[in-house]
Nanobody
Framework: VQLQASGGGLVQAGGSLRLSCTAS????????MGWYRQAPGKQRELVAS???????KYADSVKGRFTISRDNAKNTVYLQMNSLKPEDTAVYYC???????????????WGQGTQVTVSS
């Protein structure tokens, strides 16, 4: 199983970016999917998560600016980031809890990370 993230880049403050992350390989079912970020010298933190059914959750710092969504048919999770601020600069990682087969437990997988840089 692999998670492939894309969509990062350099943007000016106030701008927008859209991140995508697609899970591929042997996948039976996907539970929650989410995005985390890690800025230099800081711990990795949850940005947003979305369950297979139910409401999304957001970090307080991104509420009203970021929107997480998923396309279950494509095993893909998105993060639409608007009104970006310099403090949003970080490496963004996607995450998915999924089962590869009935005999294996639910396992957490991480994408490779994509850099988001917001200039002031």
């Amino acid at each position: 199983v692999q998670l492939q993230a894309s969509g990062g880049g350099l943007v000016q403050a106030g701008g927008s970016l859209r991140l995508s992350c697609t899970a591929s390989g042997s996948i039976l079912s996907i539970n929650a999917m989410g995005w985390y970020r890690q800025a230099p010298g800081k711990q990795r933190e949850l940005v947003a998560s979305i369950p297979s059914g139910g409401s999304a959750k957001y970090a307080d710092s991104v509420k009203g600016r970021f929107t997480i969504s998923r396309d279950n048919a494509k095993n893909t999770v998105y993060l639409q980031m608007n009104s970006l601020k310099p403090e949003d600069t970080a490496v963004y990682y996607c995450n998915a809890g999924l089962k590869s087969s009935w005999s294996l437990p639910l396992t957490n997988y991480w994408g490779q990370g994509t850099q988001v840089t917001v200039s002031s």
